[in-house]
């Protein structure tokens, strides 16, 4: 390290991005299950949990599911159905059929709909929350009209603009998804996140806001969709004596034990939630003096602040190349960039992240299209536009973009240490 980081000293504990916080009502329940035997994916703690979730979102039916990242194939599986019918066990549901979706997020949200044959569309980010873009999610429609289902994520805790999205796909008869895996708890005009998708999807990851160390959740209304989840979790197994299949099932269903983990979280949800939104706050006080902004969220949401991000002003970064797989930047005073800042942190043992690396740059997804505000900016038609001129907003979060360590049982003088070092980094 160069001089400007002198008489800083290395944490002797790791300061995290975002660690499981346990409270000790965890061990009670899924003591209990095994003191009762209900050691499978059946039993109390699944009931509780499903019914605590789908009344804090509001929803009629919750169903507890292995990870998020099964719920969300789940319910893509059910739209795919609703939208283009019951396919043959070896095609997908989405077979051939494009589906827009949110392009700055954990490719979780996107990969089920590979899973069933589909192909995503990636719709550029808008400023104001770093959510899809509703003006680029017009522009998609007039470009590929025929599409029906959009994927739609709220990004690090903080909702997008769900009431705009809502209005579009309603004129284009097309159903959502909402990917409110790092979101539960946040609200937008009051109302919690989990509730406006069509189907909706929720995570209980270890780095979530709350944890079962895994585990998820899908959302929905409708009582046949839940039973049809309920049946393909646990490997759509018929009414009949013996093991007889007549659709193509999943082992995807919660544990028990894991429940037991998430029923002892959840009563803590808004007690984390207050104590991410302090670490905002004091982030937010200590970079006031700083080229960099937040993480903003639109009036009327409530976001979770389950990640810290910042994002350094244009004229502030300094030379930064990223490469597939390495990233090089070169010091200039007054002046910095996310390497730098990932890098100093790093050195004294915290914790950063670069913002998720927008899918459409991906190599998984360097075939599928992308649409910003302009038009499409790569993809198979003929409506481009000039990549020179274009706006990605994605590539602009991402350059300019980083998460802080974002962890509950980080203490003011560890993050006091944390603001210190990103001072230093603009010397
Ligand atoms: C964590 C996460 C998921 C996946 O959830 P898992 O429970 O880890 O499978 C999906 N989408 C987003 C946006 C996430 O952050």
Redesign the pocket.
């Known amino acids: 390290m160069d001089n400007r980081f002198d008489g800083i000293k290395r944490f002797e504990n790791k300061v995290w991005l975002a660690t499981p916080t346990m409270h000790g009502d965890e061990k009670k329940w899924v003591n209990d299950a095994i003191d009762k035997n209900w050691v499978t994916t059946l039993g109390e703690n699944i009931n509780e949990v499903e019914k605590a979730i789908q009344e804090k979102i509001g929803r009629k039916y919750a169903v507890g599911l292995g ?3 099964a719920a ?1 194939h789940l319910a893509i599986r059910l739209a795919g159905e609703r939208l283009y019918g019951p396919q043959p066990a070896n095609v997908g549901t989405l077979s051939g059929k494009k589906v827009f979706c949110s392009d700055v ?2 490719d ?2 996107v990969n089920p709909i590979a899973y069933e044959g589909g192909e995503a569309v990636f719709i550029d980010t808008e400023r104001d929350s770093w959510n899809m873009c509703p003006k680029a999610l017009e522009k998609a429609f007039e470009i590929y009209p025929e599409v029906k289902l959009i994927v739609v ?1 709220h990004l690090y805790g903080t909702p997008g603009k769900i009431d705009e999205i809502r209005k579009i796909a309603d004129a284009h008869g097309a159903l959502i998804i909402e ?1 409110a ?2 979101s539960l708890g946040a609200t937008y005009k009051g109302v919690q996140t989990g509730k406006f998708g069509d189907y909706s999807i929720i ?3 270890g780095n ?1 806001i709350i944890t079962g160390s ?1 585990g ?1 959740m899908l959302l929905t209304d409708s009582e046949h969709d839940a039973n049809k989840v309920r049946k393909w979790s646990t490997q759509a197994r018929e009414n009949a004596p013996w093991y007889q299949h007549e659709e193509l099932g999943y082992n995807y269903r919660m544990s028990n034990i894991v429940a037991g983990v998430v029923r002892g979280q959840i009563p803590y949800l808004d007690e984390h939630i207050a104590a991410k939104k302090r670490i905002f706050e004091r982030y937010k006080e200590g970079f006031k003096d700083l080229p960099v902004t937040m993480n903003p969220c639109l009036d009327d949401t409530e976001p979770n602040y389950w990640l810290s991000c910042i994002h350094i002003n244009e004229d502030a970064m300094c030379k930064q190349v990223r490469s597939e797989r390495e990233a090089l930047y070169i010091t200039e005073p007054g002046k910095s960039c996310p390497t730098e800042i990932l890098e100093s942190m790093a050195a004294f043992n915290a914790e950063g992240r670069p913002i998720w690396k927008p899918l459409h740059m991906q190599p998984i997804y360097r075939n599928n299209s992308f649409v910003t505000v302009d038009g499409l900016l790569r993809g198979r038609s003929n409506a481009y536009i000039d990549e020179g001129k274009a706006v990605d907003v994605s590539m602009d979060i991402f350059e300019r973009g980083l998460c802080l360590p974002s962890d509950i049982t980080m203490t003011e003088e560890e993050q006091d240490i944390v603001i210190d070092i990103i001072h230093r980094c603009f010397l």
């Open positions: 990870t998020g990242t969300l997020t954990f979780a949200t994520a990917d895996a790092e995570s209980f990851n979530k895994s998820g």
